[in-house]
């Protein structure tokens, strides 16, 4: 069963504008981390953004923010002030802290983000 | 410091073939993983190692197997060679557990005809 959902195949926006990727997981693992990476077509995975399970508050990191409301399993990542090198793909990620096997994360489809002037 | 580095970058062979990838982990990282993804797709796990042991291992046929060397080090090799072996196979390092992520290197791009 797909355990990270990524509904949005690709998406267009307009540079300095916000864009919402939408990330939705399925686990019954009490402890779980959510991830988000970049990949641009040179095919380099850049971490972007890390959320735990517990955490009480949603992760930041500079333009980057996550919205994460744990009732409805969703992990959305949001890109501020868009940029023209934000072009890429964006995965959701998920990692279950229930196994020993923390090098193991299940990865989303993606989502393609162009981003146009 | 110097990132995860994989070699080759692009690796081109026939069906049959036996290939090995290679990775070197960021200095003081002790797990390496491996991933494959195929073209439009996420990646998807394949083996863990951690301090030269197998700590996790995906739904990939035994044709797919991995060692980790003393210095962190990882070799993949992937005997008898499919068409659908054709991706990009991608290494992270990680320090352990937590809130830590996995650096992933540039990949390997393999192409099987």
């Known amino acids: 069963a797909q355990k990270i959902t990524q509904t949005q195949p690709g998406m267009f926006v307009q540079e300095k504008e916000a864009v919402t990727l939408d990330c939705t997981y399925d686990t019954s693992d009490p402890s779980y981390g959510l991830f988000w990476y970049k990949q641009p077509s040179s095919g380099e995975m850049i971490f972007l953004i890390y959320q735990g399970s517990y955490d009480q508050q949603n992760a930041t990191e500079g333009r980057y923010s996550l919205n994460f409301q744990k009732a409805r399993k969703s992990a959305n990542l949001v890109i501020s002030a868009s940029q023209l090198g934000d072009s890429a793909m964006y995965f959701c990620a998920m990692r279950e802290e229930g196994t020993d096997s923390w090098g193991k994360l299940q990865f989303g489809a993606g989502t393609q983000v162009v981003v146009t002037p | 410091d110097a990132g995860v580095t994989q070699s080759p970058t692009h690796l081109i062979k026939t069906r049959g073939q036996q290939v090995t990838l290679r990775c070197s982990p960021i200095s003081g990282h002790k797990s390496v993983s491996w991933y494959q993804q195929v073209l439009g797709q996420g990646p998807q796990f394949i083996f863990q190692y951690y301090e030269k042991e197998e700590r996790g291992r995906g739904n990939f046929p035994d044709r797919f197997s991995a060692r980790q060397f003393p210095n962190y080090s990882s070799e993949l090799n992937v005997n008898a060679l499919l068409l659908g072996d054709s991706a990009l196979y991608l290494c992270?390092?990680?320090?352990?557990?937590?809130?830590?992520?996995?650096?992933f290197g540039n990949g390997t791009r393999l192409t099987v005809t």
């Open positions: 992270a390092s990680s320090a352990r557990g937590g809130n830590s992520p996995l650096h």
